[in-house]
C-alpha cells in the first residue's frame, strides 16, 4: 500500500503562486509514476501533470504548460507542484496519485482557490 496525503493549498490572489506537496508513504515508489490532478466544482477531474519518480522529462497538460513545475525529492519522498501565475480557473481541489500503469493510489485532495 502506498499512501499519499496533499498539503500547501490555499487562497490565493490571480497571478499568484502556491506549491502544493505531495508526500507518500508506505511501500517504496521508485518504479511508480506520479500524478496531479484537479477537479474544479461541476466538473470531471482532470490531468495536470505528471513525473517518472525514477526521472525522465515532466509532461503537462496545455492549461499549465508554462505556469507549473512539477518535480520529486526522492530523499523526502515528496513531489512538488509549483503553480505561478495562477488564474482563476485554477480553482479546484488538486489531489496527487500514484501507479505503475494505472492511478491505483490518491490523496485525499487540497483545495486551491484562485480570487480575481
Known amino acids: 500500500q502506498v499512501q499519499l496525503v496533499e498539503s500547501g493549498g490555499g487562497l490565493v490572489q490571480a497571478g499568484g503562486s502556491l506549491r502544493l506537496s505531495c508526500a507518500a508513504s508506505?511501500?517504496?515508489?521508485?518504479?511508480?509514476?506520479m500524478y496531479w490532478f484537479r477537479q474544479a466544482p461541476g466538473k470531471e477531474r482532470e490531468f495536470v501533470a505528471r513525473?517518472?519518480?525514477?526521472?525522465?522529462?515532466?509532461y503537462y497538460a496545455d492549461s499549465v504548460k508554462g505556469r507549473f513545475t512539477i518535480s520529486r525529492d526522492s530523499a523526502k519522498n515528496t513531489m512538488y507542484l509549483q503553480m505561478n501565475s495562477l488564474k482563476p480557473e485554477d480553482t479546484a481541489v488538486y489531489y496527487c496519485?500514484?501507479?505503475?500503469?494505472?492511478?491505483?493510489?490518491w490523496g485525499q485532495g487540497t483545495q486551491v482557490t484562485v480570487s480575481s
Open positions: 496519485a500514484a501507479g505503475i500503469s494505472d492511478y491505483r493510489y
Open positions: 508506505g511501500r517504496s515508489i521508485s518504479s511508480y509514476t
Open positions: 513525473i517518472s519518480w525514477s526521472g525522465g522529462i515532466p
